[in-house]
DNA sequence: CTGTTAGCGCATTCAC
DNA sequence: GTGAATGCGCTAACAG
């Protein structure tokens, strides 16, 4: 501390942080030596240590977070925790999630360096290792899409109901030869058609919710065949690919799409193939994606901002001391667009 | 410093970070009891106290967080931002930088408060208070398309000259009725029609420097007259009504966009009005976003993602002591697609 | 190999 | 009002 220019140390301090607590000629006069001085005012890392806050809210992605930003979803929810956190005046620090191939140690180490008052995980498989590694800091944590926590608050919505909505409406308008397409069930890279053994034990919670919901509504109308097509990852790489395959092996009047993002490769892929939407092939997504509206696309609409509001808004409440935890269910809404209609008799989408 | 259990006090910091300076016996029991105790680990920010080093890039973006999510660009280069992060196993921390409105010392302070090693600040107009801030950290700062600041690095483009190749597509296509449409000037607000004296001024580097692009080309040719107009922001709803702005007021052959969100903004106000791209009205844009080749926009491709790179790789240098500042220009390239043609004889675009 | 010592920069007591 | 002392949790350097 070489503020002993003058006063003593405690004052710079208080000149920085309690102005009440000095004279204001002694402030200013303190203010201008820094200055002067070149001195950068209170060092965050001393304040952090002292304080037992940081002014940072960490976000975990599942994946790396290069493509992350790839993902319309995300960038929503990103915005939403921007919002609250622009607000609160706090940092949002995006931690690198190491792939799950990499050997523990060393990369989540760089999860647990990380300078934060509290995480956020979005979307997290079961069974991350990343998981571990969020606990043992035994900070606030909130989950997003994620699993359920113990002891932690978590923010989502009806996956399995909602996706049970939207298959209704494609058996009302009379569709029964349908097939599943999903991002990924569990984070092994595999693709291709999806064996009920593997359903069962999909580690990708919102994947498995949406698929269950799917069958719900399908064993209602005691429509008994409902295959399922894994595209092996969310890029748009993999999506297309996933989209190709189904149409390539499945013979079907509609798709129900896990996400906008499948849904919309579905439809570029079915153009490529001049099959018309929804005449030859009835499509519908999840998510709403901004995209989605341009493309008349028929979908589930949940309001991914305001996920990342709530989150947000939990984990700082938390954070500031507030016991308790919560459970908070968002609504989502089927919205009907031009990507969906009545099968017409004879199914045009046939295998190659 | 509880693990009084048995060892003392540094022991329990090798037995985190040095596993060769102790005997493997004595390290496992360490690390034994500090699970049954739940001791955490190493707490970051002592860490970083002692070390001086935090393991996070701040990224300060213009205007508020939650916008930033909403420009594609703005992802491009997060994304490479990200990947060179991920390698070095660095968090990336979003700062809120404060719109100039605010009084200075509220906002700016969680700034200054930032627990990062360095700042990369995007797209900063010229005098921006945020500026002074960074500045007075003392850390190692990249600017990135922002004021090329003392002893710093940089990366940009250039934007002029990339600017003139586009205006000189056009007036060899035969365009001599064109007007230019910019986000903003100058973070004000301001929108419509921009003197002579506002382009002088503006504070915003890359849209003034794009805009002496468009200009140099039409003085080369001796065509004068070159209305530019202002959209008054960055957001979709802003470009959107600029573009009908300009439609509005102008009777142009083809607009010279100095993005590609106000071009794709142009090409739907001019369909909403059933005008034929490129034979009634030429666009050409600047960026080349993925959304550009789908809506077959001829423009100018920057490679945002690259721009990301090194950006963190430079800043992550002279975190890491390596001297010099550097200033790195990428490569920019003029993409001709279906959204620029001849003019036809007759300009139906007229006002209203 | 192991234990001890000494700050990193700060905010908060408490005494004056 | 102001100044001096204390410890936040850690790691580097040194001494055993």
Redesign the interface.
Known sequence: MAEAVGVSHAAVSYAYNRPDKLSQQQRSRILAVAAEL?Y??PN??????RTGK???L?LILTD???Y???DPGV??L???I??V??LA????????APLEAVPAAA?L??L????VDGFMVYAMPDRHPVLDSVL???LPVVTIDGPALEGHSRVGIDDRGAAREAARHLLALGHRDVAVLVSRLSPDGRSGPASHSRIAHARDRVMKARVKGYRDAFAEAGVGVLPVVEAGGFSAAQSRAGAEMLLDTRSVTAVLAATDVLALALLDAAAGRGLRVPEDLAVIGFDDLPAAAVAGLTTVRQPMTQKGQEAARLLLNTINGTPGTHLVTLPTELVVRGSTGEPTTGSTASPH
């Open positions: 070149g950068p005012g965050p890392t001393g304040r952090s240590l940081v002014g940072a960490g790396s977070l290069p992350a930003f790839e960038a929503l990103m915005r939403g921007a919002e956190g622009e005046q706090v940092a949002l620090t995006l931690l690198p990369s180490d760089a647990l360096r990380g300078v043992r800091r035994r």
